[in-house]
């Protein structure tokens, strides 16, 4: 989950469209909220462990 301590403009959201698909495509939940966040600049917490990556490829 990420949330916003500041109120944020519609377009420096998170966009779930990239959130999801970079999730399933094995990176973990930090990585994958990082490239889907256009704007750095934005108090936001993600709640999750960073590490969490289901979908990553087993070696």
Known sequence: MKGYTT?????SMAK???LFD???LGYN???????AS???CWKDVVIGDP???????KK
């Open 16 to 18: 779930a469209a990239i």
């Open 51 to 57: 590490l969490c990556a289901p979908y990553a490829i």
């Open 22 to 24: 970079r999730y399933t």
């Open 29 to 35: 939940l930090a990585e994958a909220f990082y490239m």
């Open 7 to 11: 109120e944020p403009y519609g377009t």
């Open 38 to 40: 256009p704007f750095m």
